[in-house]
């Protein structure tokens, strides 16, 4: 059955304090990992897609990278502004639909 | 203009009571899909249609009904609503590729 786990639940940093979320997978056959951020009271919004193993994505201070069982967003000098939760999610090679994870709670403080 | 739309934004009911929430978007994906999100959870699937005649059930669709009325337009039904059904609602659509476009959802409490 295909899965997927993120840690920590949560995390406070301080501003400019980098760090990496994780996100391990179960799946049959990896068609796309995806990640998402999402403001509270807000639908998640998309940000990166990756698609086979030591793949890389950024965008501003973030950085996705992709193994075979897991996938790190990397934040670089984080500002208040990146305060949001994180999702991570998988979609198989059946292309059917695609599984959440619990997602990262990230509290950047100023 | 949002490119998923979902009404409404906020609703309050009561237990018991039949209530539709509707969805509409403008990216021209044939694929939709309806999640609840709680507190902890994540987001659970409750059901996703591929075109206008397909309806699939996700992992929690016990309780829950759909209808593709268009291309554009997918609704989930609660048909006798209970207070464990209090949760947020999302609606998304997606390319074959998977990426997903999320409305900006539905927050209902059933009392």
């Known amino acids: 059955e295909d899965q997927v786990t993120q840690s920590p639940e949560a995390l406070r940093l301080q501003e400019g304090e980098s760090s990496s979320l994780n996100c391990s997978y179960t799946?049959?056959?990896?068609?796309?990992l995806f990640w998402y951020r999402q403001d509270p009271g807000k639908g998640p919004e998309f940000l990166f897609t990756l698609y086979s193993a030591g793949e890389e994505k950024e965008k501003e201070r973030l950085k996705a990278t992709l193994t075979k069982k897991e996938s790190f967003l990397h934040i670089t000098a984080p500002k208040p502004e990146d305060s949001a939760t994180y999702l991570c999610?998988?979609?198989?090679?059946?292309?059917?639909?695609?599984?959440f994870g619990s997602g990262t709670r990230l509290s950047i403080r100023p | 203009d949002a490119d998923v739309t979902q009404t409404p934004r906020n609703r309050i009911t009561k237990t018991g009571k039949r209530i539709m929430l509707e969805c509409s978007q403008t990216?021209?994906?044939?694929?939709m899909y309806w999640y609840r999100q709680d507190p902890g959870l994540g987001l659970r699937l409750i059901y996703y249609?591929?075109?206008?005649?397909?309806?699939n059930k996700g992992e929690i669709s016990d309780g829950y009904s759909v209808s593709r009325q268009a291309q554009a337009k997918f609704s989930l039904s609660l048909e006798s609503a209970i207070p464990n059904q209090t949760a947020l609602y999302f609606c998304?659509?997606?390319?074959?590729?998977?990426?997903?476009?999320f409305g900006s959802g539905t927050r209902l409490t059933v009392v």
């Open positions: 999610a998988v979609q198989d090679s059946s292309a059917s639909k695609i599984i």
């Open positions: 249609s591929f075109d206008v005649k397909d309806i």
């Open positions: 990216k021209g994906h044939d694929r």
């Open positions: 799946v049959s056959g990896l068609r796309g």
């Open positions: 998304a659509t997606s390319d074959r590729q998977g990426g997903y476009t």
